[in-house]
């Protein structure tokens, strides 16, 4: 049975194509995008028949390059929580900031969004392995959903990733192999890799579909607002990728009519180590220089951005910016949204918060305003970012009088009330 998806539609010159394993336009080279049926999406999809569905991202499944009887790959993605931020938000004079908290995804992140589509549509299209090249998030997401989907997996990854992503990811047994070079090396690699064995490499010939599962970040946002859209969002770049589906899910549901049509900021977040588009912004430039990263921030050291182009295009657009976080600015962001708000993510999303301090301090927000941030990934995958930083424990013997002695002259003046009489 036939889904919403009618094909895919070159991004430059609008050439279709089936809905096939394929992802550059034969004419001009350009990315390929699956295009819908809106007016009979349209027909089906209101407010009322999502909610019925379970809390998950394929209740928007009529907007994913599904077919309509296609069990998805799935071990619960999506339908994060949107939390209102009010500590945060009053330290950097946002009243209605939310955070949008990708970090409770199957492997703690936002990629099983994008995965889940893709390894569906490989079981579908009857390819046996599946593969990618990964900064470390895409490669649990794969390892993790290619078990769950019984196919096998190969994962390429730049050597010197965080211990704890490629534990997470070997745990799943995949093939791991760990190329010597940067991330732009190993997607090199693996675009030749591509054209020589039948394999779905999600994020090369698989992107089409990939992509569109980050949409969901857009609609499960949209929703939990209750059905509007925000007046600025705060998204990591690293491919860009996220940020111009976050975009296209907006525009889709204002051209279903979902929400009421409202512009939207969007804003860009990259480490200064790995910042091509970011540079790109400030030297008003239209092309994107590719840089070779450094940075703690790893899951966005993309040097060579697919879709950077896309990413200045649409914040200049709609009066965003791109902006950049030192390496000491991200620690601070991640220790920041820990003590704030309780929530624990790793290095992206560190640099997504020290960008939202940079907003903040710009005056580019209103504190009326609507704000949303993407944290994308969750912190015990770069512990060793915050290893130099967190308080080692006060050590004492099991007694009161040293307990006394050490701990409450040491206790911070805001828990003193805690202590009652004494
Ligand atoms: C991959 C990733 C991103 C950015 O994704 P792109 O779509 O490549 O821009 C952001 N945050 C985390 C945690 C990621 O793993
Ligand atoms: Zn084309």
């Given amino acids: 049975m036939m889904g919403y998806a009618r094909d895919l539609v070159c991004r430059e010159c609008r050439a279709r194509y089936p809905l096939e394993p394929r992802y550059v336009c034969e004419r001009c080279f350009g990315p390929l995008e699956v295009s819908y049926d809106y007016t009979a999406i349209r027909e089906r999809l209101h407010p009322e028949r999502i909610a019925m569905r379970p809390p998950s991202m394929y209740r928007y499944r009529e907007l994913l390059p599904l077919e309509e009887d296609e069990e998805p790959v799935d071990l619960g993605v999506g339908y994060t929580p949107l939390l209102h931020a009010p500590r945060l938000g009053k330290l950097l004079g946002m009243e209605h900031l939310y955070l949008k908290c990708d970090t409770t995804n199957p492997t703690h992140s936002f990629k099983d969004r994008v995965v889940s589509v893709a390894v569906t549509k490989a079981r579908t299209f009857g390819f046996e392995a599946v593969a990618c090249a990964s900064t470390g998030n895409l490669a649990n997401a794969v390892a993790a959903h290619a078990a769950r989907g019984g196919m096998k997996a190969f994962i390429f990854v730049p050597s010197g990733l965080e211990r704890p992503k490629m534990l997470t990811t070997g745990i799943y047994r995949p093939v791991v192999v760990e190329v010597e070079g940067t991330y732009d090396d190993v997607n090199r690699l693996c675009a030749e890799l591509a054209e020589e064995y039948r394999w779905a490499f999600v994020n090369v010939n698989l992107r089409p579909y990939y992509s569109e599962g980050a949409k969901t970040l857009a609609f499960e946002v949209a929703e939990q607002l209750g059905w509007r859209a925000p007046d600025h969002v705060i998204v990591p770049v690293a491919s860009g990728n996220l940020l111009v589906k976050i975009h296209k899910g907006f525009e889709e549901l204002t051209g279903l009519g979902l929400i009421p049509p409202h512009p939207i900021r969007f804003h860009g977040a990259q480490p200064e180590g790995c910042a091509p588009v970011a540079r790109a912004f400030a030297a008003h430039a239209d092309t994107v220089m590719p840089v070779r990263p450094s940075t703690i921030a790893k899951s ?33 962001g991640i220790r920041l949204l820990a003590e704030t708000e309780g929530i624990f993510t790793e290095t992206a999303g560190g640099v997504t918060v020290a960008v939202l301090r940079r907003l903040a301090s710009q005056g580019l927000i209103d504190p009326e305003e609507v704000v949303v941030a993407y944290i994308t990934g969750m912190g015990l995958k770069t512990l060793e970012a915050v290893e130099g930083v967190v308080e080692a424990p006060i050590r004492i013997p099991p007694s009161l009088r040293a307990f006394e002695e050490s701990v409450l002259s040491r206790v911070p003046g805001n828990l003193a009330g805690t202590l009652g009489d004494r």
């Fill in 300 to 332: 966005l050291a993309i040097g060579n951005p697919a879709d950077g182009v896309y990413v200045l295009s649409i914040v200049r657009k709609t009066g965003g910016i791109v902006e950049m976080a030192g390496e000491e600015e991200i620690v601070e």
